[in-house]
């Protein structure tokens, strides 16, 4: 578990954004939705706080900042925290939901 809560700058029509929330979710870790502006260049309070205007961003309780790739970030947060106790279960509804 987290020493804090995880911010997660994102956006609600995002892909990305979608496929991190779902990953921290399956992992059972507590994050809070930090929302951001539609476009790039009106991102400046982002950019101050965590030095990107890109999302998803994944501000980490001990202040590790995982940005880039959505990829990228779900396998750091994979490599940082086990699985949660209902992963396989929210997996197999995210897999029902998309049929």
Excluded: N
Excluded at 36 to 53: F, T
Aim: glycine share 8%; with cysteine.
């Amino acid at each position: 578990m987290p020493d804090a809560e995880i911010q997660v700058y994102q956006a609600e029509w995002c892909p990305y954004s979608s496929r991190v929330r779902e990953k921290l979710t399956e992992l059972g870790l507590p994050w809070v939705a930090l929302p951001v502006a539609a476009h790039r260049e009106q991102r400046d309070e982002m950019r101050d706080a965590v030095g990107s205007v890109e999302i998803p961003v994944v501000v980490l309780g001990d202040g590790t900042v995982l940005d880039g790739d959505a990829d990228e970030i779900i396998r750091e947060l994979e490599q940082r925290f086990p699985d949660g106790p209902f992963g396989a279960a929210h997996r197999e509804q995210a897999d029902a939901h998309r049929r």
